[in-house]
């Protein structure tokens, strides 16, 4: 998914400090990462059952391994997940949560609880995606493109190769790119619940775009090649595997009876059964299987659209609410997204469903949204009787997500008048509700946003803090498009903007069609057009904000800014709109789509062979020649997701149309731009260039 990074170094390190991925133990305690105000390196903390009380189960610094030695593919993934920390960034338990396996550097660490003690078992090579087995006794993980499996109390004994790889072209427990990239599945292998063997995909790219990333800085060094499946091409073949931990594995049929053979979206193992979500190339169809005796996943149930099937947030999980096991999912209905219990929605058009969190207090705790600007944790309670729901909301406002385990919830909450994330875990009613501390540095700015009622779509606008009054140039900030909201009551989601505000603008953020928060008819208001729809909603947005605050916006002076999906979104402006835009900055930008990948792309324009005139009408390349506009292009060199190409075939045209522009090419950068250094320097460049093209006074 193409999507807006944490850009700005400073700004990013506000959000270190505060918890994460937070985990509730069967004995009541919640595992969670931490770091200290300002420190990339996350070590692993724990919140006491019954006192309340925090202790560092596991500093990583305690074992001298850096991150020097990372496996690519775990240097992949933490790309595919945005993940700029060290240290301790994602773990793994057993079921009783007191086995607990993290990947430090390529090397295998796991720390035991209660007395948190630690030990790095020898792995034979460098590994990643360490997950233990339900009891604890095992844990497996990739190495290389095999997949292995360690014996924990057996640390004297070689680790077992589970499943090996024949080809270059071959992996095991894995997840495909765009499985990581779009479908939200970033493993590849899953523990049987009786902890007897694994799932196991195994995927072969061999029949699939091989692209090559050099650094032309760097020609000393070879260049790299990735397997891309661009729009229209073919994608990776996916096979299932049982692999036992003693005898021979064996090949699943998991596309069975169904319809939907391309896509292996996800896999769900529990005491019940082995199920899975499969969908077809064209999105439109996805189905809900089971595997039976016979090696085969037979189908469910299936959901169809005519558009397409969102996968965010669908599931399907197991809950367990009073004595009844329900089968919950979140779907798209004609007018809301909403939760569904074994296949019947239960929240009405009031309320926007994002996701299922699980069952906890007699309901089901799901986060959703009453307006677009603000998701909100809610506790669903079933009335079987009455065959209704009743909807108690948990927090007001803000931006939060939760956790469930047992009888605790942690809520982790954002909100639009302070910095930073507040937790807390509650437990029974009779039971304290506990905090977890944040460490997070005070950031330097103070986020002044507003959000004027009335507006077409969700829009913040943000003026300078020692605003001078009068009329300002103006800076659209936008995403704008599918899969990621700007415009959220969360006080650091805008410190970026407000900093471009202090340098004498008026910023203007929209969240127009295709974007999500208000249901499907918005979402797929942008089917077969990426372009018209989300264009012209930021110049409505920009028409209806000047009007909310009359004489403050210079309308003749207006930029645009945006990176990867707003990175388009800013070009497509200045070549479109030279009326009403006056510079534009694009960085990363998709400038053609066929250059895209197949599961983002196809699910909004179609496949290129059968509907080429909405890849032709999305294309800026066939547009180079009406920009008139001032036009800074900015790309990674090292960006495997919106690749250089992108960038450097606009240039090629916009040249060969006689169109002056600028392109700054960032050598040693991928698409999270990570680096702190050249994310802070960017943001002066590009003040620099929209000063210098709107005629921006210095402040």
Not at 242 to 257: I, N
Not at 437 to 461: C, E, F, N, Y
Not at 677 to 691: G, P, S, T
Request: glycine share 8%; with cysteine.
């Amino acid at each position: 998914m193409i999507s807006f990074p944490r850009q700005h170094a400073r700004t990013r390190r506000f959000s270190l400090g505060a918890p994460r991925n937070l985990t509730m133990t069967r004995d009541g305690a919640v595992l969670f990462c931490r770091s200290d105000a300002d420190d990339p390196i996350t070590a692993l903390w724990e919140l006491g059952a019954d006192d309340g009380r925090e202790r560092m189960l596991f500093d990583p610094r305690s074992i001298e391994i850096g991150d020097a030695d990372l496996p690519a593919a775990e240097r992949a993934r933490r790309e595919r997940a945005r993940e700029s920390a060290t240290g301790v960034v994602a773990y793994a338990t057993d079921d009783a949560g007191h086995l607990v396996a993290t990947v430090i550097g390529g090397s295998l660490v796991t720390i035991r609880r209660p007395d948190g003690a630690v030990a790095v078992l020898d792995t034979g090579g460098a590994v990643f995606d360490p997950r233990p087995s339900p009891d604890g006794r095992h844990i497996a993980a990739v190495r290389g493109n095999d997949l292995v499996v360690i014996a924990v109390d057996r640390p004297d004994v070689e680790p077992v190769v589970a499943a090996r790889a024949e080809a270059e072209a071959e992996s095991w427990g894995r997840a495909e790119f765009i499985a990581a990239e779009e479908m939200g599945r970033s493993r590849g292998f899953w523990w049987l619940a009786d902890s007897t063997g694994l799932i196991v995909s195994r995927v072969d790219t061999s029949d699939v775009d091989e692209w090559v990333i050099a650094d032309p800085a760097r020609p000393d060094r070879a260049a790299t090649t990735h397997r891309y499946p661009a729009a229209g091409t073919t994608n990776a073949a996916v096979e299932l595997w049982r692999v036992p931990l003693g005898g021979d594995a064996t090949r699943l049929d998991w596309q069975g009876d169904g319809e939907a053979t391309e896509y292996l979206a996800n896999v769900v193992v529990d005491d019940a059964a082995v199920r899975l979500v499969r969908q077809d190339r064209s999105q439109r169809l996805v189905e809900f299987a089971t595997l039976a005796e016979d090696g085969v996943f037979r189908t469910d149930r299936s959901l169809r659209d005519p558009h397409w099937i969102e996968l965010d947030g669908l599931g399907p999980a197991r809950m367990t609410v009073g004595d009844r096991a329900l089968e919950v999912t979140v779907e798209d209905l004609a007018d809301r997204r909403a939760l569904c219990v074994d296949g019947a929605a239960v929240t009405g058009p009031e309320i926007q469903v994002r996701r299922a969190i699980g069952p906890w207090s007699g309901g089901i705790v799901v986060l959703a949204s009453r307006r677009p600007t603000a998701i909100e944790v809610a506790l669903v309670r079933l009335d079987e009787a009455a065959g209704e729901s009743e909807v108690e909301w948990l927090t007001d406002g803000g931006v939060a997500s939760a956790v469930v385990g047992g009888e605790r919830l942690a809520i982790l909450r954002r909100r639009l008048e302070t910095s930073g994330v507040a937790v807390e875990v509650h437990g029974p009613a009779d039971r304290p509700v506990h905090s977890i501390a944040s460490h997070a540095a005070t950031p330097v700015l103070d986020a002044k946003v507003a959000l004027p009622d009335g507006l077409p779509h969700p829009t913040a606008v943000l003026f300078p803090t020692d605003d001078p009054g009068g009329a300002l140039p103006v800076l659209l900030d936008p995403y704008g498009g599918p899969h990621a909201q700007r415009v959220l009551e969360a006080h650091d989601a805008h410190l970026v903007s407000q900093w471009f505000a202090d340098q004498g603008f008026v910023v203007v953020v929209t969240d127009g069609r295709g974007t999500p928060g208000r249901g499907p008819a918005v979402e797929r208001a942008v089917a077969g057009d990426l372009a018209a729809p989300v264009l012209d909603d930021q110049i409505a947005a920009l028409d209806a904000v000047a009007a909310a605050y009359p004489g403050r916006l210079d309308l003749d002076r207006v930029g645009i800014r945006g990176w990867s999906f707003g990175g388009y979104l800013a070009a497509l402006a200045a070549i479109r709109r030279p009326d009403r835009v006056h510079a534009a900055i694009a960085g990363a930008p998709v400038t053609t789509w066929r250059l895209y990948d197949t599961h983002y792309t196809e699910r909004y324009l179609g496949h290129p062979d059968l509907t080429p005139e909405a890849y032709d009408r999305t294309d800026l390349i066939l547009e180079a020649g009406d920009l008139t506009r001032p036009l800074l292009l900015i790309h990674g060199l090292a960006d495997d997701n919106v690749v250089a190409a992108h960038t450097l075939q606009l240039s090629s045209a916009l040249l060969a149309a006689g169109r002056a522009h600028q392109v700054l090419p960032l050598s040693g950068v991928t698409h999270m731009t990570p680096q702190e250094v050249v994310a802070e320097n960017l943001l002066v460049l590009q003040r620099d260039f929209l000063a210098t093209h709107l005629r921006l006074e210095s402040r």
